[in-house]
C-alpha cells in the first residue's frame, strides 16, 4: 500500500514570496490533516478535512495560510505571503475516518523562509 | 500553554537495556494517547496507543502505560536496539478527536 505523498520536500523562498505545498493520502483515507511542526517542537494541527469538507481549522492563520482539498483526494496548504515564523516542517497525514484512527504520516516538505 | 509535555529532550540507553520514555498531560478530557516514532527526513510513524479505560497495553518489546490520576504516560522499550535510535513523540486527543503532541525526546541507543 502507497503511503501518504508530499511534495515538494524541501523549499527556500523569501519572505513574502508565495508557497504551495502538495499532498496525496493513502487511497481510501477520507480524512486528511495539515501540520506545522517547528523545529524543537511538536507538530501542531492547522487544518483538519473530512472527505472535502473543513472539519477544525481553528489554528490555521487564515490571513495568510489557506488549503483545499478537491474532490476529496488530494490536497494543497498555501501560504501568501510568508513570514520567516514559517519556517518549519509542513507534514500531511491521512486516516480512514475521524475519531480515534491511527494517522499515517507522509514524509513532510521542510520550507526555510529567508 | 502546553497540554502534553515531554520534559526529557534526549536520553541515552545502552544497548539491551530498558529505555523508559516519560510524557505529561494537563488536559483531563483527553482519553486517548499514542506514540509516535520519527527518523530523520521522515514523517511520524505510529506506534502504539493506549485508551483511557486501561492502564496498559503491549506490542512486542513496546508497552505503554498510564496513570490518570497523574496525568502521566510512559513508553517502555525492551530490550532496547540500536534501530530504536529516533525521536519519540507522545500524543493525545480529546472527543474532537484533534491530536496534541509532545515536543518530542531523542532517544539515542548505544551499542
Known amino acids: 500500500e502507497a503511503g501518504v505523498a508530499q511534495s515538494p520536500r524541501y523549499k527556500i523562498i523569501e519572505k513574502r514570496q508565495s508557497v504551495a505545498f502538495w499532498c496525496n493520502p493513502i487511497?481510501?483515507?477520507?480524512?486528511l490533516y495539515w501540520y506545522q511542526q517547528i523545529l524543537g517542537q511538536g507538530p501542531k494541527l492547522l487544518i483538519q478535512f473530512q472527505n472535502n469538507g473543513v472539519v477544525d481549522d481553528s489554528q490555521l492563520p487564515k490571513d495568510r495560510f489557506s488549503a483545499e482539498r478537491l474532490k476529496g483526494v488530494d490536497s494543497t496548504l498555501k501560504i501568501q505571503p510568508a513570514k520567516l515564523e514559517d519556517s518549519a516542517v509542513y507534514l500531511c497525514?491521512?486516516?480512514?475516518?475521524?475519531?480515534?484512527?491511527?494517522?499515517?504520516f507522509g514524509p513532510g516538505t521542510r520550507l526555510l523562509v529567508l | 500553554d502546553q497540554q502534553v509535555k515531554q520534559n526529557s529532550p534526549s536520553l541515552s540507553v545502552q544497548e539491551g537495556r530498558i529505555s523508559i520514555l516519560n510524557c505529561d498531560y494537563t488536559n483531563s478530557m483527553f482519553d486517548y494517547f499514542l506514540w509516535y516514532k520519527k527518523y530523520p527526513a521522515e514523517g511520524p510513524t505510529f506506534l502504539i496507543s493506549?485508551?483511557?479505560?486501561?492502564d496498559k497495553n503491549e506490542d512486542g518489546r513496546f508497552t505503554v502505560f498510564l496513570n490518570k490520576s497523574a496525568k502521566h504516560l510512559s513508553l517502555h522499550i525492551v530490550p532496547s536496539q540500536p534501530g530504536d535510535s529516533a525521536v519519540y513523540f507522545c500524543a493525545a486527543s480529546d472527543w474532537a478527536q484533534k491530536l496534541v503532541f509532545g515536543q518530542g525526546t531523542r532517544l539515542t541507543i548505544n551499542p
Open positions: 487511497s481510501g483515507h477520507a480524512t
Open positions: 497525514a491521512s486516516s480512514l475516518e475521524r475519531g480515534q484512527e491511527t494517522q499515517y
Open positions: 493506549i485508551s483511557s479505560i486501561k
